[in-house]
Each structure stands twice: as C-alpha cells, then as structure tokens.
C-alpha cells in the first residue's frame, strides 16, 4: 500500500473574490494616485493664475483614465488565478505598487506640465 502525499487546499479564488479585494484597494490608491492633483489644484488656489478650471479638466481627466488602467490589475490577477499561478498576493502587491507609482508620478508630471510653473 502507498501513501501520497495529502493535496495542498484549493487555493483558487474567483473572479468576484479578486475583484473584491482589489476594490479594498481602491481608497489608497485613489488617495496616493490623487495627492498630484491635490496639491497643484491647492496651489491654484492660493496662488491664482486664472487656469483653475482648465486644471481642474486635466485632474478629472486623470483620474477617469488612471481608473480605467487600475481595472487591469484584477483582470491579470483572474487570468493568472486561471492558469494556476500560485502566488496571488505576491502578484497583487506587485500590480498595485506598480500602478499606484505609474498614476502618481504619470499624474504629477502631467499636471505640471499642465500648470505652465514648471
């Protein structure tokens, strides 16, 4: 008689379990990914050049399109979930410090530019 080994538990989460965790990540990344835009918009205001709506424009632009971006994170994670990747959290980590420091930095530069100061 042979013994095997006992199988690791099932691992694999679902589609709505990993869209759900990243959507506990949302708040922070919105937070970070939005500080740029805080602050060039604050100086505008106490350092009026007359470009507050246009800039206001551009942040909103921003941040509709580092919205869209975030949503790839969930679905790389669900395709990597499918075929058997095994460690989540690590590629989860990974995705989010990746996009967070992408926004924030794509972000400042952008807004920046945008203001005409720098």
């Keep these: 008689m ?10 694999r989460q679902t589609p709505r379990q990993i869209f ?11 937070a970070i990914s939005g500080m740029p835009a805080a ?8 350092h009026p050049s007359g470009e507050f709506g246009r800039l206001t424009l551009v942040a909103l632009q921003g941040g ?5 971006i975030y ?4 679905l790389i994670e669900a395709y990597a979930n499918r075929v058997g990747w095994r460690s989540m ?7 989010f410090c990746v996009y967070t420091f992408f926004s924030f930095f794509a ?3 952008l807004l920046l ?3 005409g100061r720098y």
């Excluded at 042979?2 to 691992?11: L, M």
């Excluded at 602050?39 to 106490?46: A, S």
């Excluded at 949503?71 to 969930?74: D, H, K, L, R």
């Excluded at 959290?89 to 995705?95: D, G």
């Design 107 to 109: 972000g400042a530069f």
């Design 89 to 95: 959290i690590t590629l989860r980590i990974f995705l």
């Design 71 to 74: 949503f790839a994170g969930p």
């Design 39 to 46: 602050m060039v918009l604050l100086g505008e205001l106490t």
């Design 64 to 68: 509709l399109v580092a919205n869209v």
């Design 2 to 11: 042979t013994h095997t080994a006992p199988s690791p538990p099932e691992t």
């Design 113 to 115: 530019r945008a203001s």
């Design 20 to 30: 759900i965790a990243w959507e506990k990540l949302r708040p922070l990344y919105i």
